[in-house]
Structure formats: C-alpha cells, structure tokens
C-alpha cells in the first residue's frame, strides 16, 4: 500500500498507482523482493529473544541473529536454524 485517502466516507488504498475501495481488498502482502520491508523487519528483529515450538514440541528459545525472504516466506535465523515466522510463539527484549 503506498497510500490511503478517504472520500465521501469510504476509504481507498492505492496499490501501485490504482486506487481500490478498502472493502475490497482481502490482503496485502509485502513483494517478495522488498527489501525495505525486510531491512526494517530485521531492524527490528535482530538481537531480541524469540521463541518458537519444535517439531516434537520442545520449547526453543534463542537471540534472532538473522532475517532473510525465502521466496516470500520470511525466516528467523535463531539457535542456529531457519525458522519461519509463522511459527514463532513469542519475541522478547533484546537479548
């Protein structure tokens, strides 16, 4: 979404350069090469504490020391593997 604006009460989204009626639109998803969203996401993310549950249940915990776009998936480098941050339970203070 670059932008927004309201008129007569309905409020329009504009996605690359056409506006839609926001009851029309479902969802939004950053590009799969968007690299300001993955920058600021990594901003964000890098050094904090973040949890997540493993195949065999075990709650994992460890810093997020990478943050990279696997085809439009994002993933959280954390104890040494590539989690997907769907599956992450929990994100804390920055380590």
């Known amino acids: ?5 309201v008129h007569n009460e309905v409020v329009y989204v504009e ?8 009851d029309n ?3 939004v998803q950053p590009g799969s090469h968007d690299t300001r969203y993955l920058a600021e996401l990594a901003q964000g993310l890098i050094g904090r504490r973040a949890g997540f549950v493993d195949d065999d249940g075990t709650k994992v ?3 997020v020391t990478a943050v990279e776009n696997d085809n439009g998936a994002i993933k959280l480098s954390i104890a040494g593997r590539k989690i997907d941050f769907e599956r992450i ?4 203070a920055a380590g």
């Open 1 to 5: 979404v670059d932008a927004f604006r």
């Open 15 to 22: 996605i690359e350069g056409k506006h839609y009626a926001i």
């Open 25 to 27: 639109v479902r969802q």
């Open 61 to 63: 915990e460890g810093l």
């Open 89 to 92: 339970t929990r994100i804390g």
